[in-house]
Every structure is written in structure tokens, then in C-alpha cells.
């Protein structure tokens, strides 16, 4: 009988503690987001497996993974080939308009000395807003390139598109996420 009542009794003490408790442990593992968060930035994120190539017919390959895109092209593919990611966007916050900062996307290359990506558009539905050449290293590691906004701009809609030039028919691209900082 007394087990009966000591072990929810126990149970709710330890619950307690861990909730009260974990404030400060968390606190201490990271402060950035916490300062971040106080600061009004916000970042959202879209997951690789949203990309979409302009040209479907053009690939050979475009399977969707849990992490993002693998992308091969036919041989009427090679050269250059526009990828697009649309970007969740909140564009008014508690009555705020919320501006764009940086536009990032992640991308890899099989062989990434001669297939890469090389250009980077940031649009919206009423057209280009954002141009800007890739710079890519040449090699086969995961990389990420953004676009910095300086001031900020507020747009209603956001995507991201990246010319992406492909050398032959056997490397391969591995598209990730695509991500925007916002401030207020």
C-alpha cells in the first residue's frame, strides 16, 4: 500500500526537478539561440526534398532522399540547368513587416572541380530580386552559399534558384536545404 503512494510521489518530485532544472542546463549549453531569439531574428528553413528542377526532361536522375535531392542529367542535360526551392516566408509578424537578411542554400558535388553550381537568383512572384555568382570550391564536399541583403529588404514571396552547370553525365548533385534570416 505505502508503494502505491510513495512511487507517484517520487515520480512527480523527480518530474519537478527535471522541469526545473532544465532551464538552466539548457541555458548554459547554448545562449545563442536564446540571444538570437531576444534580438527578433527569425530563420526558416526548406528541406532539400522541395527542390525542383526547371526541366525535368533534362535529368536522368532526380531521386528525393530524406536530407534533400540526388540529381544526375541525360545527355541533352549537360551544361547549365536552373534548380528551384520555394522558402516559406513570414513576411508580416505582430504587425511588423519582416525583412529579408540572408538567403542561404547547401548544395554537393560528385565532382565538384567542373560541376557546380554557379549562379544564385532570389525571386519572388513579382520577379528577380537578388543576383549574384557562386563561388564553389573545387571539391567534393558539402558546401553552402547565401546571398547577404545590406539594408534588409521585405518581400512578400521568396524563392531561391541556382544555375547549376553539369560537366557530364555522371556527376552527380546532391541538393540540401535552403534557408532565409529574417529581421524584424
Known amino acids: 500500500m505505502k508503494s502505491r ?15 526545473s532544472g532544465s532551464v538552466p542546463i539548457l541555458a548554459g549549453a547554448s545562449s545563442a539561440p536564446d540571444t538570437r531569439a531576444s534580438e527578433g531574428y ?6 532539400g526534398t522541395a527542390w525542383v528542377p526547371q526541366y525535368r526532361n533534362k535529368f536522368s536522375a532526380w531521386r528525393p532522399m530524406g536530407w534533400g535531392i540526388e540529381a544526375k542529367v ?6 547549365d540547368q536552373w534548380v528551384h526551392i520555394p522558402i516559406p ?10 525583412k529579408i537578411a540572408y538567403v542561404e542554400f547547401c548544395a554537393k558535388s560528385s565532382n565538384g572541380a567542373v560541376t557546380k553550381p554557379i549562379r544564385m537568383h532570389l525571386r519572388t512572384d513579382a520577379g528577380l530580386f537578388g543576383d549574384q555568382a557562386v ?3 573545387a571539391n567534393n564536399n558539402r558546401q553552402c552559399f547565401g546571398i547577404t541583403l545590406s539594408p534588409a529588404v521585405w518581400r512578400e514571396s521568396l524563392g531561391v ?7 557530364n553525365t555522371s556527376d552527380m548533385m546532391t541538393f540540401y536545404k535552403a534557408w532565409v534570416h529574417l529581421v524584424p
Open 5 to 19: 503512494m510513495i512511487r507517484p510521489a517520487v515520480l512527480a518530485v523527480l518530474v519537478l526537478l527535471l522541469v
Open 74 to 79: 541525360k545527355a541533352a542535360g549537360v551544361g
Open 135 to 137: 563561388v564553389w570550391a
Open 42 to 47: 527569425s530563420d526558416l528553413v526548406n528541406y
Open 161 to 167: 534558384s541556382v544555375l547549376v552547370h553539369f560537366a
Open 89 to 98: 516566408l513570414m513576411s508580416v509578424e505582430e504587425g511588423t513587416f519582416v
